[in-house]
């Protein structure tokens, strides 16, 4: 079997690139970094996994297209990458002081362009290569907005992907398709993209191996979940037959 998975090179995508390449599965990494990538790549070949690296950057379309043309097939397509927030190189997290009114439409179209727009190329770019019972899998979060946490950016760009993904996984049931596509939503993850800030909130944050575990069997299990939006517990969210009642 073969997997790629987007922004593997650290956080959750590389921790699922260390579950799924211990299952002897190999491993391409979609990095936009060459050099981050290939340190990647090592860590991952010090553990007996067989891993590439693949130029991929949400951001330059033509990069997933020579991407793509450089895959002969696959079996997974993860959608890791992400941004939480319009990128600032001097704060990479999420700023949760932010609020609603501070976010400008700019803000927005940054976040979509990576978190929507890029994953919806890669989709329809690799979807030609994905074989008759493979499987796509977006990595998403919860999208109602709360006291606690409500980012704008954020969670309307992953709104926008979850649509997205139902959509798709619609056409799949409609054509007859064995293909599946369906989203995690694997709960709070210490990572770069909240400033490893898990101390906050003691308990409720997953380390990324707990989260890459989760996603890896859920993605390799042998349940039909096209369609389905599956949060950290097992719970199934959504998913389209619910929409078309
Ligand atoms: N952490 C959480 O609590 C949590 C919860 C639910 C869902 N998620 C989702 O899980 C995914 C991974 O997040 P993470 O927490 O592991 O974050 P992370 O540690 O910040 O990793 C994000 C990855 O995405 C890559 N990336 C960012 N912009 C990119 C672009 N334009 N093109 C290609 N790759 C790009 C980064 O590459 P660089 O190293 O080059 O920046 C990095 O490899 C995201 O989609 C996020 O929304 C996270």
């Known amino acids: 079997m073969k997997a790629l998975i987007t922004g593997a090179n650290k ?4 921790a699922v690139a260390e579950t799924l ?3 002897d599965i190999e491993i391409l990494i979609g990095v936009r970094s060459a050099s981050r990538g290939q340190k990647a790549v090592e860590k991952l070949s010090a553990q007996g996994i067989i891993a590439h690296c693949i130029k991929i950057d949400l951001n330059n379309f033509d990069t997933i297209h020579k991407a ?6 696959l079996d997974l397509l993860i959608n890791n990458a992400g941004i939480p927030d319009s990128y600032k190189a001097d704060c990479p997290d999420l700023d949760q002081r932010k609020t609603t009114f501070d976010y400008t439409t700019d803000d927005l179209i940054e976040t979509m362009k990576v978190n929507f727009f890029g994953t919806h190329e890669i989709i329809k770019s690799f979807l030609p290569k ?9 990595i998403t979060i919860p999208i109602q907005p709360n006291n606690f946490w409500h980012p704008l950016a954020y969670q309307t760009s992953k709104a926008a992907q979850n649509i997205m993904a139902m959509t798709y996984a619609l056409e799949f049931k409609n054509m007859g398709s064995r293909k599946q596509i369906f989203s995690i939503m694997p709960g709070g993850v210490a990572t770069d993209l909240n400033g490893q800030t898990a101390g906050a909130l003691d308990g409720y944050f997953k380390s990324p191996k707990e989260a890459g575990e989760l996603i890896a069997k859920l993605a390799l299990d042998t349940e039909n979940h096209n369609g389905q939006i599956i949060q950290f517990d097992g719970k199934i969210v959504t998913d389209y037959e619910v929409q078309l009642r």
């Open 68 to 73: 793509a043309k450089e895959v002969d097939q």
């Open 130 to 138: 994905l074989v008759e019972n493979g499987k796509i899998v977006n």
């Open 21 to 23: 390449g211990k299952l």
């Open 11 to 14: 956080g959750i995508g590389f």
